[in-house]
C-alpha cells in the first residue's frame, strides 16, 4: 500500500528561505481577552503549558490540537507580549514559558536527528518561524533583557536550542540579533544589565563550543509513545557549522565589542563583581574562538587575533583576580606550546607577536611584579616576600601566579623556537657560510635576552614563594607546577626547548646552563611522582598533557648528552629504574594489544637508553 502524503513529507523546509519567511499567527477571533487588552486566565495558561510538557516528556504531541499548541507557546498572543514587556512579569509564567520552549526544541531535534518524528511534531516544525512580531522567539529575546536573573537565564537557554535548529541562514539572523540587542547597546552606552550581557556571551560561547548533549544511557533513542504516529525524515538539508556561522558574524562586530571592554578593563569599571562577571564571559567566548580545540579556519579566527597584545598592559595590580585570571588564561590558550606550538615547522606569525610583547614587559613594563597581592614580612630567607593573598580576596593567587609563570615559560619557549626555525631556513640556502656567523651572533642575542628574563623571573619567583635562593628553575619549575598535570608538563617541555634551543649558546654561560638544566626538570618529575612508573604510564596513556611529546624530547635529550645525564644524578639507579619498569609496563600492554597508539619510537628509545645504562652498571636488570 502506498505510504500516506503527510508521512513523506520532509520536516527541514524544502529551501532556506521557507524558514525566513513567517506564517501568519493563527487569529483567535473568540477570544476577549485580546480584544480587552485583559490579561488571560493563568491558571488555565500555565494548565496548557504543563500538558505540552508532559506530551513533549512522552515525546509525543499527537493528543494535541495544533491551534492550541500555536497560540500558546509558537505564537504568544499580543497581550502576553504586552505583559512579558511591561515591569510586572509574573515569574512562573514565563520560566514555564521558557522550559516549555527549550523542551520543545530539544525535543524536534532529537527527533530529527534520529530521523523518526511524531507527525504534530512534524508539523509544528514547519511553523517556527523568525522575524515575526508575535513568534516565540520574539518572547525569548524580550525576556533575556528581563530584570530578574532566572527568566533571563531560562530564556537563554532556549534561545541555544532554538539555534541548534536553525537552519544556517536563520541562525545567523538569531546571532546577528543577539549582538545588536543584547551586546552593542552596551558597546554604545545604553543601559543593559549585566546578566543579560553575561547569558549573551554564554550563548555565543555555547555555539562556538556546539557541545551536542547526549540521550541519556536508559533512554531508547527512537522510541516514540505507543499512541504515536510516526513520520519517517529524509533529510535533503545540509548540515550546518552552528559555530562558523556565530564566528563569521560575530567577526564584523568584534572590533568595536574588544574596544569596549578595553575601557571597561582599563578604567577600573571592571572591579564590581557583576562587572568583572561579563568581562569574564566575554574573556572566555574570546577563548573559545581561538582554541585549538574549537578547529576553526585561519581565515574565519583571523579577526579574533588582532589586538590580543593589547590586553598583556591591562595586567595592573588594580584589576581584580576574575579578570586576571581569564586574561591569562585566553593569552596562555593562544600561546598553546605543548599541543600546537611546540609540533610546528614554522611559527604563525600572531603567537609570536604575543611573545615577544609578553617578553617585552617581563623585562621593562615589570609585568611580574603587577600581580594583586598583599605585603607580608615573613620568609624564607629571611627578607621580606610577598604572600599569595588576594587583595580582593576572591580568588587564590598562588594559581594565578603560577598561570603568569606559565605564560613566561611559553612565551620565552615560543621566541626561541621561532628564532631557530628563521635560523633554519636561512641555512638552507646555498650560501650559507655567512649567514651562519649571522646566526650566532643572533642566537647570542637571544640568548643574553633570555637570561635577563629568567633571572627576573627567577627573583620574582623566591619573593613570591618559599624556594632556597640557590633552588635552580629547572628545580623550582616541576615544584610550582606539581598539582597541575597539565601545566606541570607542559612547563617541562617549554624549558627543555629552550635549553636544547640555546645549547650552543649556553656553553659559553655556565651558570645560565646549570640553572636550565632540563635533567635537574626530569629528575624532580620523578621525585613528585615518588618514581612510580605507573603513575607515568598513566599520563602517557591520557590525552590530557603532552607527555607524550615530552618524554620523546627528553629521551632523545638523555641519548645525546648522556655525560650530562650521568653526572646530574646523584643516583643514577634511582631514575634509570623508573624508565626500564616504564618500558616494561608499556610491552605488557602492547604485547596483549591494549596500548591506545603506536609507542614504538617510545620503546626504541627507552631501550637505547637501557643499553647505555647497562654499559655503565652491567648487573643494572639484577637491581631493577
Not at 86 to 102: E, I, K
Not at 518 to 523: E, G, K, R, Y
Not at 531 to 539: A, C, I, K, Q, R
Request: proline letters at 4%; hydrophobic letters at 40%; glycine letters at 4%.
Amino acid at each position: 500500500m502506498c505510504e500516506p502524503e503527510h508521512k513523506r513529507r520532509k520536516c527541514s523546509p524544502v529551501n532556506e528561505e521557507s524558514d525566513l519567511i513567517s506564517p501568519s499567527p493563527p487569529i483567535d477571533n473568540g477570544s476577549k481577552n485580546d480584544e480587552n487588552n485583559e490579561l488571560p486566565n493563568w491558571d488555565e495558561y500555565i494548565h496548557d503549558l504543563e500538558s505540552v510538557q508532559k506530551s513533549l516528556i512522552r515525546k509525543c504531541m499527537c493528543g494535541h490540537n495544533l491551534d492550541d499548541v500555536q497560540r500558546r507557546v509558537i505564537y504568544p498572543s499580543k497581550v502576553l507580549i504586552k505583559f512579558y514587556e511591561g515591569s510586572g512579569v509574573l515569574g512562573r509564567q514565563a520560566l514555564m514559558l521558557c522550559s516549555t520552549a527549550q523542551l520543545l526544541y530539544n525535543e524536534l531535534l532529537r527527533q530529527f536527528n534520529v530521523g523518526l518524528m511524531c507527525q504534530n511534531l512534524v508539523e509544528v516544525r514547519t511553523l517556527l518561524p523568525l522575524g515575526h512580531s508575535a513568534d516565540l522567539s520574539s518572547v525569548l529575546f524580550r525576556l533575556l533583557s528581563s530584570t530578574d536573573k532566572f527568566i533571563s537565564y531560562s530564556s537563554a537557554q532556549a534561545l541555544y536550542s532554538r539555534l541548534r535548529l536553525a537552519s544556517e541562514p536563520s541562525a545567523a539572523i538569531l546571532i546577528e540579533k543577539i549582538i545588536t540587542d543584547c551586546i552593542k547597546p552596551c558597546v554604545n552606552g545604553v543601559f543593559v544589565p549585566m546578566h543579560t550581557l553575561n547569558h549573551a556571551f554564554d550563548i555565543l560561547r555555547s555555539c562556538v563550543d556546539n557541545q551536542n548533549e547526549d540521550s541519556h544511557p536508559l533512554e531508547e533513542e527512537g522510541d516514540l509513545a505507543a499512541s504515536c504516529v510516526p513520520v519517517n525524515i529524509v533529510d535533503e538539508q545540509d548540515e550546518i557549522d552552528l559555530k562558523e556561522t556565530c564566528v563569521r558574524v560575530l567577526g564584523k562586530h568584534w572590533n568595536s565589542i574588544v574596544s569596549h571592554f578595553h575601557f571597561l578593563i582599563s578604567s577600573g569599571s571592571a572591579r564590581t563583581n557583576e562587572c568583572a562577571s561579563v568581562v569574564a564571559s566575554f574573556l572566555n567566548l574570546w577563548k573559545s574562538i581561538i582554541s585549538v580545540k574549537a578547529n576553526l579556519s585561519v581565515i574565519d579566527t583571523k579577526p579574533f587575533y588582532m589586538r590580543l597584545e593589547t590586553l598583556v598592559p591591562l595586567l595592573q595590580r588594580n584589576v581584580v583576580d576574575t579578570v586576571w585570571t581569564n586574561i591569562l588564561n585566553l593569552l596562555n590558550e593562544v600561546l598553546c606550546y605543548g599541543s600546537t606550538l611546540a609540533l610546528q615547522d614554522y611559527l604563525p606569525e600572531e603567537p609570536c607577536n604575543l611573545a615577544h610583547f609578553v617578553i617585552r614587559h617581563v623585562k621593562s613594563e615589570r609585568l611580574l611584579e603587577r600581580l594583586p597581592v598583599i605585603r607580608n614580612e615573613e620568609c624564607f630567607s629571611g627578607t621580606s616576600v610577598e604572600s599569595v593573598t588576594s587583595v580582593t580576596g576572591n580568588s587564590d593567587v598562588n594559581v594565578l601566579f603560577r598561570k603568569l609563570v606559565l605564560l613566561v615559560l611559553k612565551a620565552v619557549a615560543v621566541t626561541v623556537k621561532e628564532t631557530r626555525c628563521e635560523s633554519s631556513s636561512e641555512n638552507s640556502s646555498i650560501f650559507s657560510d655567512a649567514g651562519s656567523a649571522g646566526d650566532e651572533a643572533d642566537m647570542l642575542v637571544i640568548t643574553r635576552s633570555m637570561k635577563q628574563v629568567f633571572k627576573t623571573l627567577d627573583i620574582r619567583v623566591k619573593a613570591v614563594l618559599e624556594y632556597h635562593p640557590e633552588t635552580p628553575v629547572a628545580e623550582w619549575v616541576a615544584k610550582m607546577f606539581s598539582d597541575q598535570d597539565d601545566e606541570l608538563i607542559e612547563s617541562l617541555l617549554c624549558c627543555l626547548d629552550i635549553f636544547t634551543g640555546l645549547s650552543d649558546a649556553l656553553k659559553s654561560q655556565p651558570d645560565f646552563q646549570r640553572s636550565l638544566n632540563p635533567v635537574l626538570s626530569l629528575l624532580q618529575l620523578f621525585s613528585i611522582v615518588h618514581n612510580d612508573s605507573n603513575l607515568l604510564l598513566d599520563l602517557l596513556v591520557s590525552n590530557e598533557t603532552c607527555f607524550l611529546l615530552y618524554l620523546l624530547r627528553v629521551l632523545k635529550f638523555i641519548r645525546k648528552n648522556w655525560n650530562l645525564f650521568v653526572t646530574s644524578s646523584s643516583r643514577l639507579d634511582e631514575p634509570m629504574g623508573t624508565f626500564i619498569r616504564l618500558r616494561m609496563a608499556i610491552n605488557r600492554l602492547v604485547t596483549k594489544n591494549l596500548f591506545p597508539y603506536n609507542i614504538d619510537p617510545v620503546m626504541k628509545l627507552l631501550q637505547k637508553c637501557e643499553d647505555m645504562y647497562e654499559g655503565v652498571h652491567p648487573d643494572c636488570n639484577e637491581t631493577v
